[in-house]
């Protein structure tokens, strides 16, 4: 089956690294101390520090070319707002709404250098995001569980180092296991405006039954977008799915497949995890979906008429329902998650 497996996957698999070299200097001191390779940055936030790139978006989730309700839309309420001053350097960070699974974080200063948003999960899991929207509050998701965050904010200085501008230790204590994965993030990014969740709306109308909407969006999806080639041989770190561009284009990487079903499912108040992670060997992203007749399928799913298995969207819509690639993509001990948004 490896053998078999290696040669399925074996066309078109690409992924991107980013350098991920990692590093404290003490401008201070004229120091340099070395940290493991993507060890996060503890403890090292004061004004005298600079920090560099710890943990960088580390691969774009390609996975090759395969051969084969109640909206909750995130909001900075201003309730619970850290930084916003001079001393946080532009730095505002609203967690006002932690319990839903989501942190607001905006920088307001007048730098126009690259930031980065760099999470610690209470398990010790680091998340690192690019900070796009200038004068804006973006969202971020807290996908680690109840306890213990660090939120520090970072702005670059030369190459890969960063200069650490606001960090904020938080508690969390969510609503339910499932807050996280009902609201838009950065990666799940939907409005009630959004095509995406028009076309949800279309496609669930008249449904109560959750499966039967996990099955109409699924099914949509892959027999509407194509795997994106050339995109997957183009993309770069720091690539955001567009989930309107991939309704319009019809076309798509992994990444785009994952976000869409996410973004779609969630609009109809059904939790959906965007995982990224391991599929043997190459980076990828799928999606987990959880409903009260299933229970969470840790996995993505699909429908055959019968009964529900481990799915993969884009390896379903690029294989043409090939049984050899089913086979596989419907054992969930082939995929291995690492990250979810």
């Known amino acids: 089956m490896k053998n078999n497996l290696k040669k399925l996957l074996a066309a078109g698999m690409t992924a991107v690294f980013l350098l991920t070299g990692c590093g404290v200097q003490n401008t201070a001191e004229k120091q340099q101390t070395e940290l493991a390779e993507n060890e996060f940055p503890e403890g090292i936030y004061g004004d005298n520090y600079v920090v560099e790139e710890a943990l960088a978006e580390d691969m774009v989730p390609l996975a090759g070319t395969p051969q084969y309700g109640t909206m909750k839309l995130p909001e900075a309420s201003g309730t619970i707002v850290y930084g916003g001053n001079s001393k946080s350097k532009g730095v505002s960070i ?160 992994c990444f785009d497949y994952a976000a869409l079903m996410a973004a779609m499912l969630r609009s109809q108040n059904i939790p959906t995890k965007l995982v990224v992670g391991y599929t043997g060997s190459a980076y990828h992203a799928w999606i987990s979906t959880y409903t009260e007749k299933s229970g969470w399928v840790e996995g993505v799913i699909f429908f055959d008429g019968v009964s529900w298995k481990l799915m993969d969207p884009t390896f379903a819509s690029s294989s043409n329902s090939s049984d050899a690639i089913m086979k596989y993509i419907g054992d969930g001990k082939n995929y291995t998650a690492k990250y979810l948004y």
């Open 94 to 253: 609203d967690a006002s709404n932690t319990e839903f699974g989501y942190v607001m974080v905006k920088y307001g200063g007048s730098s126009n250098a690259k930031k980065k948003v760099i999470i610690q999960c209470p398990d010790g899991t680091k998340y690192t995001y690019n900070l796009n929207k200038k004068g804006a509050f973006e969202s971020f998701v807290l996908s680690g569980g109840d306890g213990k965050y660090t939120i520090g904010v970072f702005e670059n200085i030369e190459g890969t180092k960063y200069s650490t501008l606001f960090s904020q230790a938080i508690n969390v204590k969510l609503a339910n296991q499932f807050t996280p994965f009902l609201s838009s993030n950065q990666y799940v990014n939907f409005t009630a405006d959004s095509n995406a969740v028009k076309k949800a709306n279309e496609l669930s109308a008249g449904m109560t039954d959750e499966l039967a909407i996990v099955q109409a969006v699924y099914h949509y999806v892959v027999n509407n977008v194509t795997y994106d080639k050339q995109e997957a041989q183009a993309v770069q770190s720091g690539y955001l799915p567009d989930v309107d561009e991939v309704l319009v284009t019809k076309k798509g990487i």
